[in-house]
Structure formats: C-alpha cells, structure tokens
C-alpha cells in the first residue's frame, strides 16, 4: 500500500510563498506521474498541478500556472510544489496523489493545510 505524506502548509499573507512537499513510500514511486489537488470550503476538489515520472514534463491548472512549480526528486520518493504570489484563493487543503493525465490515481494523504490572508 502506497503512503502519501503531505507537508509544508500554513498561514501566509498574499503575496507570499509556500512550499509544499510530499512524501511517498514504495519502490515504485518513479514509475509514476504525480500531482496536487486542493479542496477549498464547500467546493469539490480540483486539479492544481503534475509531473510526468522523470521530471520532464509539467502540467498546471490555468489558475496557477506562472506562479506554481512542480517538481519532484526520485532518489528522495518525493514530490514538491512552489507556491508564490499566492493569492486568498489559494486557500485550500492541498494533497498529493498519483495521476493519470490530470486525474487522480489510487491513495490519497492526510494534505496539508494552506491558508492566504489579504
């Protein structure tokens, strides 16, 4: 069974930065596409960003792109999010999840809070 450890969250002012990490067990980690996912209050949770299983290649959601980077480090079973110029919309429970395109796969872990003040 795959074990998804989110980390990183907090309170921060707009504006700030954030960064996120998750951390996997399991051999198989580099075999997969990563992503993150964020689930606001009262809202469905949604696609935020992903990583092919080398590292080379990057998708985002129209929201974040320019101001959020994926990446991850194989040698270490662990995925990171960037978050800057972070905006009171940002504010959600964020997880990490195995993806297939832009769909989650699998596991989910506990995520890990964020929350931008204005």
């Known amino acids: 069974q795959v074990q998804l450890v989110e980390s990183g969250g907090g309170l921060v002012q707009a504006g700030g930065s954030l960064r996120l990490s998750c951390a996997a067990s399991g051999r198989t980690f580099s075999s997969y596409a990563m992503g993150w996912f964020r689930q606001a209050p009262g809202k469905e949770r949604e696609f935020v960003a992903a990583i092919s299983w080398s590292g080379g290649s990057t998708y985002y959601a129209d929201s974040v792109k320019g101001r959020f980077t994926i990446s991850r480090d194989n040698a270490k079973n662990t995925v990171y999010l960037q978050m800057n110029s972070l905006k009171p919309e940002d504010t959600a429970v964020y997880y990490c999840?195995?993806?297939?395109?832009?769909?989650?796969?699998?596991?989910w872990g506990q995520g890990t809070q964020v929350t931008v003040s204005s």
């Open positions: 999840s195995r993806v297939a395109g832009t769909s989650h796969v699998g596991y």
